[in-house]
Nanobody, 126 residues
Framework: QVHLVESGGGTAQAGGSLRLSCKVSGYSYSSNCKGWFRQAPGKEREWVAAIYVGGGSTYVADPVKGRFVISHDDAKNTVYLQMNSLKPEDTAMYYC???????????????????WGQGTQVTVSS
């Protein structure tokens, strides 16, 4: 059975940093993508970043480009999201996702990922 467990969320001040982790167990297929999404209250789920585990290519959404970095530790089967220069608008529940099909780039749509974590809350105060 596949499990994704996020950690690292919390509260930070604007301009601060947090690092999210997502440990994947029961699944180790490498030729696909893992990603991060977020959802703020009253808003739709938003794609944040993705990484092609098989080749290392990374993709980051425009609102977080230059501030967030996605990475993957193959030995630990864990995907990370380093979040720097945080802004209040980054406040949301963050979810990791696994088994997104790779077709030249990673998917940016949640429906194209098969496994999800339970989420970790990130709150950024001004």
């Amino acid at each position: 059975q596949v499990h994704l467990v996020e950690s690292g969320g919390g509260t930070a001040q604007a301009g601060g940093s947090l690092r999210l982790s997502c440990k994947v167990s029961g699944y180790s297929y490498s030729s696909n993508c893992k990603g991060w999404f977020r959802q703020a209250p009253g808003k739709e789920r938003e794609w944040v970043a993705a990484i092609y585990v098989g080749g290392g290519s990374t993709y980051v959404a425009d609102p977080v480009k230059g501030r967030f970095v996605i990475s993957h530790d193959d030995a630990k089967n864990t995907v990370y999201l380093q979040m720097n220069s945080l802004k209040p608008e980054d406040t949301a529940m963050y979810y990791c996702a696994a088994e997104g099909g790779y077709s030249g780039r990673c998917p940016m749509v949640g429906d194209e990922y098969n496994f999800w974590g339970q989420g970790t809350q990130v709150t950024v105060s001004s």
